[in-house]
């Protein structure tokens, strides 16, 4: 309207004819220009609003809500979060996270509907900062036939059969870390210790790699590239993400290096049958004797290695100091967890090495860890992205978008758990009714559940036996609370006074 006034008087001004025309030309470009954007706007307007994208404001753009929702998370406040966007919006609203429009989902329905749609519509592309430092290849980002692929190579070795002949190794490897790390001392960071002792477990059995120096050059480089996972994926120097992205190029040869030092390994001991193999090695076998096409690249191979590095390290960890700090907490828990663990110890000469039949029969330590999943569960986040629209419950989710699955939720819900708040391990009996499906979710469901599960388990039985019989503790800070930075982080790493057993 404004140009077609402007237009008007222009052309009545005596100017000579070359800048009427001219005039005349930049006018109507720019009015057919606002016509054809008009337009557009109405189209993209009516294209969505007959499908309906939920309500909610995708705010800035980039950065949108995700500072506020950072915060939420370092609190341990997403579920205050997910609610305010709930009575602001409505059961399912959109936002814009980590650099994406995102909607945000929750409850059993949700659950079920994200845990169990095709991995190859719902895919787990994001958020951006995870690839950059975890690596294209890495299971979370993989769908199709190359998820199943990779899967298929991760339970290989995280299946239980094989995981039975190494308890006696993850035995030795927990005696070993109590003797150096905890004997001797009156204080201790509980967190921090226990990370190392995971690290540790992890190194030998899924990489072969044995105590000693070449361990210790990667530990602090995997704590970066943890940091880094989700942070404000902003690339500049010094931030943690920067750190992260970093941490993953220096790792990069030192895996490469052992990746081939392995395979030649492997190479000379293929006549022998039946040799102990660790993860890369299941790896590098992969494909050998049957179909040729399951085989795992270079690149496969190392992005796997750092995805169970970061998802059986940090997880594991986090569960076992959580029961630390319960024991110490909760004396009628605390006595419980001796008395069944005393029962399997009187059975045993005083060093023989734990057994798959002693983990067994932990029932009551493996209860008390589920209900601590349940109020505290280790992970906190399920991200997936759209490859196409998707229709849930009326509303869409536009493709390319992001689908932020607050899991947990249900964990916390009166109507699932009789008084949630309240940690009752005999909601986990053998005769107690078991939740509905989709709403125990600590290792999520459906094909991308957890396949760290039974290593995760034997882990923390195997530490609680060994340290109860060993020490007793209490916390120096009562109440010292805890973050999550995306996992859970103690503000002084769990600082307990600890006393040696005779
Ligand atoms: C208490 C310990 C653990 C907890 C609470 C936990 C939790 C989870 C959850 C919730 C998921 C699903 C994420 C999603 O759907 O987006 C997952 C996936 C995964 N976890 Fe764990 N985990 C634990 C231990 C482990 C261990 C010990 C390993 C490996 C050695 C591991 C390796 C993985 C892998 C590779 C995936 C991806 C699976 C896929 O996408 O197909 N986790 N974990
Ligand atoms: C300890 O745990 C028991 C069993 O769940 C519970 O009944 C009790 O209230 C807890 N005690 C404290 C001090 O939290």
């Given at each position: ?29 720019t ?35 995700t ?18 966007g ?12 980590l ?37 294209s290849k890495?299971i ?9 692929r ?10 239980l ?22 004997h ?26 044995e ?44 895996l ?49 290695i ?5 998802g ?58 589920s ?83 039974e290593l ?47």
């Amino acid at each position: 309207m404004c140009e077609n006034m402007q237009y008007t008087t222009i052309s009545f001004k005596p100017l000579s004819t070359t800048i009427i025309q001219i005039m005349n030309l930049v006018v109507l470009v720019t009015f057919l220009l606002s016509l054809f954007l008009l337009s557009l706007s109405y189209i993209f307007k009516n294209k969505y609003s007959s499908v309906r994208v939920p309500p909610g404001s995708l705010g800035l753009p980039v950065i949108g809500q995700t500072i506020s929702f950072l915060n939420a998370l370092k609190a341990d406040k997403v579920e205050e979060w997910v609610h305010k966007g709930v009575s602001k919006h409505g059961p399912i609203w959109k936002t814009n996270l980590l650099g994406y429009p995102t909607v945000v989902l929750h409850g059993p329905t949700a659950n079920k509907f994200i845990f169990t749609f095709d991995v190859n519509v719902l895919t787990n592309t994001s958020p951006p900062s995870f690839s950059r430092i975890m690596g294209s290849k890495n299971i979370f980002e993989l769908f199709g036939y190359d998820h199943k692929r990779v899967r298929a190579a991760l339970l290989s070795f995280l299946k239980l059969d094989v995981l039975k002949q190494y308890v006696a190794k993850v035995d030795e490897e927990i005696k070993h870390h109590l003797q150096i790390h905890w004997h001797g001392k009156n204080e201790v960071q509980v967190q921090p210790l226990i990370k190392t002792l995971t690290f540790n477990i992890i190194c030998s059995l899924v990489f072969g790699i044995e105590k000693g120096p070449k361990r210790e050059k990667f530990l602090p480089l995997f704590k970066d590239m943890i940091e880094g996972l989700l942070s404000i994926p902003i690339n500049l120097p010094f931030t943690k993400f920067s750190r992260g992205i970093l941490a993953r190029k220096k790792m990069e040869p030192m895996l490469i290096d052992l990746v081939h030092e392995k395979r030649v390994a492997l190479e000379n001991k293929k006549h022998l049958a039946n040799h102990h193999k660790d993860l890369i090695t299941t790896f590098l076998s992969i494909g050998d004797d049957e179909d040729s096409s399951t085989m795992m690249s270079d690149e496969e191979i190392i992005d796997n290695i750092i995805v169970v590095m970061i998802g059986g390290y940090d997880t594991t960890s986090i569960l076992i100091t959580f029961l630390v700090k319960l024991m110490a907490d909760n004396k009628s828990i605390y006595s419980n967890i001796i008395q069944e663990q005393e029962e399997i110890a009187k059975s045993k000469a005083s060093d023989e090495a734990l057994t798959w039949e002693d983990l067994s029969k932990m029932k009551y330590t493996w209860r008390v860890a589920s209900e601590m999943m349940r109020i505290n569960p280790p992970t906190s986040l399920v991200f997936r992205r759209a490859m196409k629209d998707i229709e849930y419950k009326g509303f869409i989710i536009p493709k390319g978008w992001q689908v932020l699955l607050y899991s947990f939720m249900t964990h916390m819900d009166k109507d699932i758990f009789e008084d949630p708040a309240k940690f009752d391990p005999t909601r986990f009996e053998k005769h107690a009714p078991s939740p509905p499906p989709y709403t125990y979710v600590p290792f999520g469901a459906g094909p991308r559940m957890c396949p760290g599960i039974e290593l995760a388990k034997m882990e923390t039985l195997a530490m609680i036996h060994l340290l109860v019989r060993r020490f007793t503790w209490e916390l120096i800070n009562k109440d010292e609370s805890f973050k999550r930075i995306p996992l859970p982080e103690f503000d002084h790493g769990l600082l307990a006074r600890i006393t040696p057993l005779k």
